[in-house]
């Protein structure tokens, strides 16, 4: 059982000047960042590859980013999605937080620091999963052995 040290986020906007201002504030404080333009191609991209935070816009054209993020929350519960919209509404608020989100700001955003916060404890929630499996994995080892030697 292996973590993903990286620090990977992926961003899912169609807006690409929103793309590019958080790709550009989130590269300076050390993330990695893969922008998509097209939610249609969220799930394939999560499948495909192991991004464990996302920042998802809500309202995109063809696309609602609610459901976008049923999707993701139903192929891998574990993955850490921080919704971002310009529609204020406290139904969306709501729906997002009911449906897995660990935030949701709204854009425009004048601040980038709350996101950034909040990505960061994403990444630190996942973190803490990870050393529970870890734990685990060492305490089944632990009586593993145990249980072997009173075998002997």
């Keep these: 059982m292996t973590n993903s040290t990286s620090r990977t986020v ?11 201002m958080i790709r550009h504030q989130l590269k300076g404080l050390g993330y990695e960042v893969v922008s998509l333009d097209n939610p249609s191609k969220a799930v394939g991209m999560l499948l495909k590859n192991e991004y464990r935070v996302v920042i998802l ?13 049923r999707q993701i929350k139903k192929q891998d519960g574990g993955i850490q999605v921080i919704m971002l ?14 449906w897995g989100a660990e935030a949701c700001f709204f854009k425009p955003l004048t601040d980038v620091k709350p996101l950034a916060s909040a990505v960061e404890e994403a990444f630190a929630k996942l973190d803490r999963w990870w050393e529970t499996l870890r734990d685990l994995t060492n305490r089944k080892r632990l009586a593993t052995s145990c249980l072997e030697e009173s075998q002997s």
């Excluded at 992926?10 to 590019?20: C, K």
């Excluded at 919209?85 to 009911?98: A, N």
């Design 10 to 20: 992926l961003h899912i906007d169609d807006d690409p000047q929103v793309l590019r």
């Design 57 to 69: 816009d809500i309202d995109m054209p063809g696309y609602n980013g609610l459901d976008v993020l």
């Design 85 to 98: 919209t310009g529609f204020v509404s406290m139904t969306v608020v709501l729906q997002s937080l009911r």
